[in-house]
């Protein structure tokens, strides 16, 4: 299964997609490029796998990937701690074939809006005594995808939106992987 992973930021996501490559664990899965909408340390880590890499304005992303994509054979999209949205045409013609890690237990705390430390500010607002991750198929809707895998963590009392960030890294290193792997063996 070839995948093309759309990321914006650190690249932790990728890493350990490459690292589960890497390793066997995605014994099917080769990463064919990557793409992003900044520069980010990302690109640094798929430079050096010599993982084909784009870097790509935000303002044309959704058709400058699509360009990108044109008869490449790709199974998947992955957006790894991806920040921008995609356009409605772009998740309509890679119906099913796209998937987003979010950082809480969807359909709560998604949607336009709703990323990095706001999700968690919400988390702890709320009250929830449990959260976690979700990985969904993408819709030209935020975070309304069909759920594929979602991870669960206690929230204690005393955390803070830098606990449930730790947190939910450690839940997103596993569930986006699994789900990865459940796509590859389907």
Not at 4 to 22: H, K, M
Not at 158 to 169: G, I, N, P, T, Y
């Amino acid at each position: 299964m070839k995948i093309a992973v759309f990321v914006s930021g650190g690249g932790t996501n990728l890493q350990n997609i490459i690292d589960a490559v890497e390793s066997g664990y995605l014994s099917n899965v080769e990463i064919s490029m990557v793409m992003t909408d900044r520069d980010c340390f990302a690109i640094e880590r798929s430079l050096d796998k010599n993982i084909r890499t784009y870097v790509l304005d935000r303002k044309t992303f959704s058709e400058d990937a699509a360009h990108n994509l044109e008869g490449e054979d790709i199974d998947l999209i992955v957006l790894a701690g991806f920040l921008s949205i995609l356009k409605p045409e772009f998740t309509q013609n890679w119906q099913n074939k796209i998937i987003n890690i979010h950082p809480s237990l969807l359909p709560k705390f998604g949607g336009k809006g709703m990323y990095g430390s706001k999700v968690h500010e919400a988390v702890l607002a709320s009250g929830d005594k449990i959260s976690g991750a979700t990985v969904h198929y993408v819709t030209a809707e935020v975070d309304e995808g069909d759920i594929i895998v979602q991870g669960t963590f206690e929230v204690e009392d005393e955390d803070q939106v830098s606990d449930l960030q730790r947190k939910v890294a450690e839940v997103e290193k596993k569930i986006l992987v699994e789900a990865i792997k459940q796509i590859s063996e389907a």
